[in-house]
């Protein structure tokens, strides 16, 4: 069965780099079929999604963000990673990675999601 | 403010039927898919519909979705107190080249 988990550091200081990582179990990221995204939802609000990627390292990202955003894969590790820079507390948020189907833009399944605060 | 628009909140009783809808626009909804999403309190969103209507394995057919023009509605029936969760609907905005979510909708079975 597929699985998703998400880690990296809960707080983050202004102006500094969030770094998060998806693992992969139950599925080989190098599968051909799918896209592997992120996807973020500040407390109490709605869902933004932040990007998707292929296993060979193409990714589109939402124009809002693309500028601050860069997404990576490790086929060794199974996993792939988020990067935002020049973070501020509107990036405080619960950051989720999921699977795409590939051709599609509906996101199964998801990781439990991590909090990340930014916060001096 | 989210690109697609959810009511904020809808409620019913249990055994009753409830519509979850979701308005965007023909950059959104209209022409591409639109799919559905359970999020119970403090957990993941969970799909429940893709490509309008279709329900991954697993899902009860309790629950249906639906699109018309720039619009489109998730149906619950059979309600259920395990029902209470934020739903959200999602689609790709051709004009921002971005996947959009709506804000959100609260169900509540009194």
């Known amino acids: 069965q597929l699985q998703l988990q998400e880690s990296g550091p809960g707080l983050v200081k202004p102006s500094e780099t969030l770094s998060l990582t998806c693992t992969v179990s139950g599925d080989s990221i190098n599968s051909t079929s799918y896209y592997w995204g992120w996807i973020r939802q500040p407390p109490g609000k709605g869902l933004e999604w932040i990007g998707s990627m292929y296993y060979s390292g193409s990714a589109y990202y939402n124009p809002s963000l693309k500028s601050r955003v860069t997404m990576s894969v490790d086929t060794s590790k199974n996993h792939f990673s988020l990067k935002l820079t020049s973070v501020t507390a509107a990036d405080t948020a619960v950051y989720f990675c999921a699977r795409v189907l590939i051709g599609s833009d509906w996101f199964d399944p998801w990781g439990q999601g991590t909090l990340v605060t930014v916060s001096s | 403010q989210s690109v697609l628009t959810q009511p904020p909140s809808v409620s019913a009783a249990p055994g009753q039927k409830v519509t979850i809808s979701c308005s965007g626009s023909?950059?959104?909804?209209?022409?591409?898919?639109v799919s559905w999403y359970q999020q119970l309190p403090g957990t993941a969103p969970k799909l429940l519909i893709y490509d309008n209507y279709k329900r991954p394995s697993g899902i009860p057919d309790r629950f249906s979705g639906s699109k018309s023009g720039t619009s489109a509605s998730l149906g619950i029936t059979g309600l259920q107190s395990g029902d209470e969760a934020n739903y959200f609907c999602?689609?790709?905005?051709?004009?921002?080249?971005?996947?959009?979510f709506g804000g959100g909708t609260n169900l509540s079975v009194l």
């Open positions: 999602g689609a790709w905005d051709s004009s921002l080249s971005a996947v959009v």
């Open positions: 023909s950059y959104n909804i209209e022409k591409e898919f």
